[in-house]
């Protein structure tokens, strides 16, 4: 392996991928390694701004996502992997895909205006329905984002499942693991330490 692993955690909103993102950084921690966690949008301001004085416009919209994905992984992403870190990405490429052509684009499009971006080495997959996700969001906040309503939420899930099944998903997002996030938080973590120590040996060996 000629350096350490870049994950990314993916999934609808309220599918507990920031909290077990953040439990993987602290246990790589807890274990001698050096992590970083961040997530995506990089510059969450500047680019919810820039989508509202887009308006309607999706091509426009991804590339204010891809534009910031190449800042995030220029001034991140790239120096920590180069310092040997493990990063550990909350939303990363394929949250882009999906979110985006569940706006319109196809998600062929969508694919082509990221050719030739970082790719990760593992993708987390944290599936859960839009129902659950948004009774998680109305557990932990009152006010709902644009995106965050269950018509919307649905597609964004059925294109999620789409990026799982396209035949270059391999070379677009690394590895591939899918966690039933349904299941309550230490299970899914149970889950996914076990899937990623797996994954690590046998990326290690490579």
Request: proline share 3%; aromatic share 10%; with cysteine.
């Amino acid at each position: 392996m000629a350096r350490n692993l870049f994950i990314a955690f993916e999934g609808i909103d309220g599918s507990g991928k920031d909290t077990q993102a953040k439990i993987l950084k602290n246990y790589l921690e807890a274990n001698w390694f050096d992590s970083v966690f961040t997530s995506e949008p990089y510059q969450e301001d500047i680019v919810k701004a820039r989508i509202r004085k887009i308006g309607q416009n999706p091509i426009e919209a991804a590339r204010a996502f891809i534009e910031d994905r190449s800042l995030h992984i220029s001034e991140v992403i790239s120096p920590a992997l180069a310092s040997g870190k493990y990063v550990i990405s909350s939303r990363f490429r394929m949250s882009t895909d999906a979110y985006q052509s569940a706006l319109g684009l196809s998600l062929n499009e969508v694919i082509a205006l990221q050719n030739g971006i970082l790719q990760a080495d593992i993708t987390f997959f944290c599936r859960v329905t839009p129902e659950t996700g948004l009774k998680r969001i109305a557990e932990r906040k009152k006010a709902k984002e644009p995106y965050e309503q269950l018509e919307f939420l649905r597609k964004v899930a059925l294109q999620y499942e789409a990026c799982l099944q396209i035949p270059e998903a391999l070379s677009l997002y690394g590895r591939i693991i899918v966690l039933d996030a349904e299941k309550s938080k230490e299970e899914v973590t149970i889950e996914m330490l076990a899937e990623f120590n797996k994954a690590f040996e046998e990326l290690k060996a490579k």
